[in-house]
């Protein structure tokens, strides 16, 4: 991503900033659950401490920004944004399962999501989703997302985008 999205963000309850070496732990900690890992095409399972720093590792300026979500400094869930040349952003999160049902996700996504509209205004912002995650579903169906019929990028994917 750009100098302009390494930024902290704020919600009522969260707080996103973008993934430093020093979170590696935490991260490693939250995503090493074949419940998140398993399901996420690019996160081996188990989620190592050097998977976690290979992650963290790709927020440096080149396309991509993983955001952790900390809640009373523990971290919650990630968000990721990923460049897709000129045209396009795709948005992709995580919250841990001690986390999850709490409007988290919501809070988070949306978050990166409206600093991405500022930010980014002339680019469209997609998402992927299993169609069995519900969960996941509707949680960008909230932000606004609305599904396209086509297949995402990833097998077993549907493209969702904002209008």
């Known amino acids: 991503m750009t100098n302009r999205l390494a930024l902290r963000l704020r919600t009522d309850r969260l707080d996103l900033k973008p993934l430093v070496a020093e979170d590696a732990a935490a991260v ?17 399972v188990p989620f190592t401490l050097a998977d976690a720093q290979r992650l963290i590792g790709r927020n ?30 795709e948005i992709g999160y995580w919250i841990g399962r001690a986390f999850q049902g709490e409007g988290l996700a919501t809070e988070a996504a949306g978050a990166v999501v409206a600093a991405l509209k500022r930010e980014f205004p002339g680019r469209r912002i997609i998402a992927e989703c299993r169609p069995e995650n519900l969960a996941s579903r509707r949680v960008l169906e909230k932000l606004g997302f609305r599904a396209t019929g086509e297949d995402g990028a990833r097998p077993g994917r549907r493209l969702l985008t904002l209008p």
Not at 31 to 38: E, K, M, N
Not at 61 to 89: M, N, S, Y
């Open 60 to 89: 440096d300026g080149t396309g991509e920004c993983f955001f952790g979500a900390w809640q009373d400094g523990k971290l919650t869930g990630v968000v990721g944004a990923h460049l897709h040349g000129a045209e396009r952003i």
């Open 28 to 44: 490693q900690a939250l995503t090493d659950d074949r419940a998140i890992a398993g399901i996420i095409d690019f996160l081996p």
